[in-house]
């Protein structure tokens, strides 16, 4: 079975624009295919991917609040331009099956991609959850609020193979998925990826049944991804539904409810729910003109913004003083409001705006169920930091010797991702001593540092290791020849493509490490103390 060159060209912008998933640093294998478009596209219209052989995903434990967590996992970029590539071009069929959008039931991750690689129609879906949410709440008495246990982890491959067949997607695509399930969860017969944009679309086909096992037993509900609301009208009513769904959850597909999560809330006080969740809610005046400015600018996407481009006045409403001040309102509370502060970075990782570098950085071990959203905006401000880089780094550096950093390997990939991005961190001799004793996801990202910064003498002598490296280091240690001399460089590369079996990822980032020179090389002896 062979993909359509609209299908491959699709996922490489796709990939380009929203990454690989939102909770992970982007691979720099990514711009490596956006580079080599024409040929990757070229390569791969004619390559039988039910053959296709999945190279080893990373799966990480990522804080969603103080104590609780969930496993994220990230496929190797080629692993995850195909199923983009195939999720684009079969998705239709899985949508189709899905509630009509005009029914007002379910909201989350429409499959609506545009020409640049947008994969769901989501920028407003959330507000018209929400919108709808209050609506209905208004005609009835109760509101039952209910949440899947732990959806995305306790999905049978069974079902998500059924529910393929049923959308009408070819078998050997059904194959395909289903083999790429079944290595990412090492042959356990449940779990899908928790990450990969693609999965949204798969966990949401599988809810197909349930919701139209609500829809045709009358019952009046909203569904966000795995948060459900029923509408009642009356308390005895919604004692009956709570009974209701959990039958319709374990009869259907084993699925239970969170208890804690599980609550039946009469409709004033729901509505005053969904009121905070439709207003910006901001905390002060300062934050208010700041939400404004960035509506201005981003109107309501989260792509990049220039910081510089900004009105002078603009860019005062982000000055260190307002974001210090905003950030510490919303942390010195019991129960700080991450939904929130995840958003408000994000926001302004897309400005790149600076003024709130150092606050974060004194303040990272709070902002721990943030961390992948701040190291975001942590990568795109320093772009604009003008202050002192070395001490900067300092303080990195003294945050990755933390015991809670260290206890956790996404924090600490997440913060080593800062110097794998932005060579005026420095310290990258101190990063090189990390190495031999270092994980190896970690020794990845000090791979990329040392690229960064160009320490082509460094590179040298990594390069008698490489059979020894795991996958993903194995690819950044490919790329980073790019700063070798070329003849040096070429003749490296040549000898690992005749001696090494090559995974497709490292077949064209060998392409491109051959073909692309960097100039910012330097000596061991010019490296940061």
Known sequence: MKLKQESIKWAID???????????????????????KEKVIT???????TKHQFSPARRFVIPKTELSYRIATQLDPIDSLLIAAVIFEYGRLIENRR?????????????????????????????????????????KRYVVQMDISD???QIYHHTVENQLGESGLPNSIIKFIMRLLEDVTKTVSRGIPIGPHSSHLLAEMTLIPIDDSLSIKGIDFCRYADDIYVFCDNEKEAQITVYQMAEILDKQQKLVLQNQKTDIIKSEAFAQICENMLNDNPLNENENQMIKVLKKYTIGSYKGIDFRQLDPEDQELFADYNINEILEKYLNVIEPDYKKIRWLYRRLGQLGAPGGIEYTID??????????????????????????????????VTILEDELIQANEYFYIALLNLFACNSDLNHLKKL????????????????????????????????????????????AMLIACQILPEDERTHYLKHIKKTHPLSLSEELVIEWSINNKKYNIVTIDEMDI
């Open 363 to 396: 303040n990272i071990n709070k902002l721990i169920p943030a961390i992948s959203d701040v190291c975001h905006y942590l990568i795109s401000a320093s772009r604009n930091f003008e202050d002192d880089f070395l001490t900067l780094g300092d303080q990195v």
């Open 14 to 36: 796709h990939l380009q624009l929203e990454k690989d998933t939102d909770l992970f640093p982007s691979p720099k294998e990514i711009n490596v295919f956006y580079d080599l």
């Open 43 to 49: 390569r791969l219209k004619d390559y039988e991917i």
């Open 151 to 153: 959806f995305y982890n």
């Open 99 to 139: 509630r009509p959008k005009e029914e007002n039931t379910v909201f989350s991750y429409r499959f609506a991609p545009k020409e640049d690689g947008t994969f769901y129609s989501n920028e407003n879906s959330w507000k018209e959850f929400w919108t709808s949410c209050l609506q209905k709440s208004k005609r």
């Open 432 to 475: 090189l001593s990390l190495y031999k004793s270092s994980s190896p996801e970690a020794k990845r990202k000090i791979i990329f540092a040392a690229h960064e910064a160009g320490a082509s003498t460094w590179i040298r002598e990594l390069k008698e290791l490489y059979s020894a490296l795991d996958p993903w280091s194995r690819r």
